[in-house]
Each structure stands twice: as structure tokens, then as C-alpha cells.
């Protein structure tokens, strides 16, 4: 199992047609993103900013598929945005079902700085994919993949909490004793980000095992 850090530059952002999106961020006063689900070309994310988006301004972005205001906190909005890059092909899907996962993104003014960790020709086809659609990942870093120690540090923060919630409720029960909908009711998710977060979350914990 390889890990590769990579980063990509500020213009990428617009090669892949996000940048309007990136920049809606910025001004509402940007502090974090985390990833739930990837699929290829787009993915879910949580981003956290100081004041709430422009919210018409988010409904009209071409490349957002949906979005919910999950959370205010005192000083911070909470956002679940699903977002399509419109610029980049279906077919980075293929690879990115290969790789066991990435790193919540570090998006900051000069670009963004992730991790993509599976095996060396996974990784390969994706750089290709984003090569070919005219972004220029920078490979900061590529090596072996030390994984951590307890097998849930495999998984994001977000595919964890999903996960022990849905134990907790009684979703692994025989028979279930909760469905998906109510595991994403209780963590106030669509329950098609949370059945996601658990098919990835499964795949990466037996991906250790089998």
C-alpha cells in the first residue's frame, strides 16, 4: 500500500470548474473541509465558515448538486455541499474506486494539499485522470503507507462517527434494528452520504483483514 501527497494550484481550481465554489468559501471566511464521500469527479464535503454562504449565490452554482446548513455554532455555519467538477472526466470514478480513501483536504489561498493512499497504479491513474483534464497535481511525497495502529484510525472522522453511531443504534443488530435513514437521522445527514460513509467505512476496515 502506497501513500502520495500531492497538491494542486490555485488555477486548478478553475480547470476543474470549482473555483466559483472555492471563492463562495472564502468570502463567508473559510476555516475548515473535511470529505465524507468521493466519487471521482466530485465528492461531499463539510465546510465550515465564519458567516453563512451566500446561499442563492450556492444554489445557482452550476457545479453544486445539493447543500444543506447542517449546523450554527456561536462563531461558525456548518455546510454539506455535493458538488460535481464539470471539467473533469466520469472516468477518474474508475481509478478513484481503487484507492482505500484520502485525507481530508487542506484547502488554503495557494491551492489545496490532500493524500491519496491505495495501491502504486491507482494512485498512477489518478494523477493521469487529473493530467489529462488539464490539472497539474503537484507529487510532493510518495512512499510507503504507514497505517495507524487501531484499525478505526483507518477512517476519516466523519466514516468513524458514522460508523459507531450506526453500532450504537443497532444497524449491525441481526436482524437490524435501525435502518440507514434513521442512522442519518440521528446524525442529521442525508442518508445517501451515510450509506456511503458505511460502504466506504466496511470497505476500508476488511480491506485490513481479507
Given at each position: ?16 470548474g470549482v473555483d466559483e465554489l ?86 488554503d489561498d495557494s491551492g489545496a ?81 451515510v450509506t456511503e460513509h458505511l ?12
Amino acid at each position: 500500500m502506497r501513500e502520495a501527497e500531492v497538491s494542486v494550484s490555485e488555477t486548478a481550481f478553475e480547470a476543474m470548474g470549482v473555483d466559483e465554489l472555492v471563492s463562495l468559501t472564502r468570502e463567508a471566511g473559510h476555516r475548515t473541509v473535511e470529505e465524507l464521500a468521493c466519487h471521482g469527479n466530485g465528492a461531499v464535503v463539510q465546510v465550515e465558515v465564519e458567516s453563512r454562504l451566500d446561499e442563492d449565490r450556492l444554489t445557482a452554482l452550476d457545479c453544486v448538486d445539493k447543500w444543506n446548513h447542517v449546523a450554527a455554532r456561536d462563531d461558525s455555519h456548518v455546510y454539506v455541499i455535493s458538488f460535481t467538477a464539470p471539467d473533469l472526466p466520469e472516468t477518474l470514478a474508475d481509478t478513484a474506486d481503487d484507492l482505500v480513501g484520502t485525507c481530508d483536504p487542506e484547502v488554503d489561498d495557494s491551492g489545496a494539499t490532500m493524500s491519496l493512499v491505495g495501491p502504486h497504479a491507482a494512485i498512477a491513474g489518478q494523477l493521469s485522470e487529473y493530467e489529462r483534464a488539464g490539472v497539474s497535481p503537484q507529487l510532493r511525497r510518495i512512499g510507503r503507507y504507514e497505517g495507524p495502529d487501531h484499525p478505526l484510525d483507518e477512517l476519516t472522522a466523519r466514516q468513524r462517527e458514522v460508523i459507531e453511531t450506526a453500532w450504537e443504534l443497532g444497524y449491525y443488530e441481526v436482524p437490524r434494528a435501525v435502518s440507514a435513514d434513521e442512522v442519518a437521522a440521528a446524525l442529521a445527514l442525508d442518508s445517501s452520504t451515510v450509506t456511503e460513509h458505511l460502504q466506504r467505512a466496511e470497505r476500508n476496515l476488511m480491506g485490513q483483514f481479507l
